[in-house]
């Protein structure tokens, strides 16, 4: 079993920024890839971004592109995402996942991870 927990949600204006932190434990998250997905009241739960273990790879959601980075520290077992110029729309739960096994495919699909943490909300306000 993998055991993510999500930290660094808060409240923020329009224009700011926040940091996500995801730290897995239980097992070893070498060689996984590791995502980030929001989910509004409501709505679908969306990709955000992905980064692979070595960080060769990595893909955003168009709407964050240029403005959110996903990074990974393999020696802490912790994965970031540092949002930045946030608009009321990035307001969700963000929910970080995990998996051994993937492809560049099924690394922008929840049904591609195994492991989910229990999510942090994000509000950005006007």
């Known amino acids: 079993q993998v055991h993510l927990v999500e930290s660094g949600g808060g409240l923020v204006q329009a224009g700011g920024s926040l940091r996500l932190s995801c730290t897995a434990s239980?097992?070893?998250?070498?060689?996984?890839?590791m995502g980030w997905f929001r989910q509004a009241p409501g709505k679908e739960r969306e990709f955000v971004a992905a980064?692979?273990?070595?960080?060769?790879?990595?893909s955003y959601v168009d709407s964050v592109t240029g403005r959110f980075t996903i990074s990974r520290d393999n020696s802490k077992n912790t994965v970031f995402l540092q949002m930045n110029t946030l608009k009321p729309e990035d307001t969700a739960v963000y929910y970080c996942?995990?998996?051994?096994?993937?492809?560049?495919?099924?690394?922008?699909?929840?049904?591609?991870?195994?492991?989910w943490g229990q999510g942090t909300q994000v509000t950005v306000s006007s």
């Open positions: 239980g097992r070893t998250v070498s060689n996984y890839a």
């Open positions: 980064i692979t273990w070595s960080g060769g790879f990595i």
């Open positions: 996942a995990a998996t051994p096994v993937y492809n560049t495919g099924s690394m922008t699909q929840a049904t591609g991870y195994e492991y």
